[in-house]
């Protein structure tokens, strides 16, 4: 499943969400599910080479990927925390799944 697919499923999900997911849940949610910390970053640490997070800017949320030499590439922007929280969840299981399958 690709990046395309994460932005679906999240687009998908807001219609039947109830609740709103904020950087302290998605932290639980990740560490419930067994994702290391250095696996993420949530913005409260230096953005390092080839990591997926969140950063906040004036009134957007960025989920990114930096690459090599600390180029970043902007995965998706959103005007709120909960789906931009969303997306770095669905990515971060997709990854860590794939990790397993290829054990």
């Given at each position: 499943?690709?990046?395309?697919?994460?932005?679906?499923?999240?687009?998908?999900?807001?219609?039947?969400?109830?609740?709103?997911?904020?950087?302290n849940?998605?932290?639980i949610?990740?560490?419930?599910?067994?994702?290391?910390?250095?696996?993420?970053?949530?913005?409260?640490?230096?953005?390092?080479?080839?990591?997926?997070?969140?950063?906040?800017?004036?009134?957007?949320?960025?989920?990114?990927?930096?690459?090599?030499?600390?180029?970043?590439?902007?995965?998706?922007?959103?005007?709120?925390?909960?789906?931009?929280?969303?997306?770095?969840?669905?990515?971060?299981?997709?990854?860590?799944?794939?990790?397993?399958?290829?054990?």
């Amino acid at each position: 499943m690709g990046w395309q697919k994460a932005k679906q499923l999240v687009k998908a999900q807001e219609l039947n969400r109830g609740q709103k997911m904020n950087k302290n849940d998605l932290e639980i949610k990740l560490k419930n599910l067994g994702i290391e910390e250095n696996d993420y970053n949530l913005g409260e640490k230096p953005i390092r080479d080839l990591e997926i997070g969140l950063m906040k800017e004036v009134n957007e949320w960025k989920v990114y990927q930096s690459l090599e030499k600390g180029e970043i590439n902007i995965i998706d922007t959103f005007d709120n925390e909960s789906d931009a929280c969303e997306l770095l969840l669905k990515y971060l299981v997709m990854r860590k799944n794939k990790k397993e399958r290829n054990r």
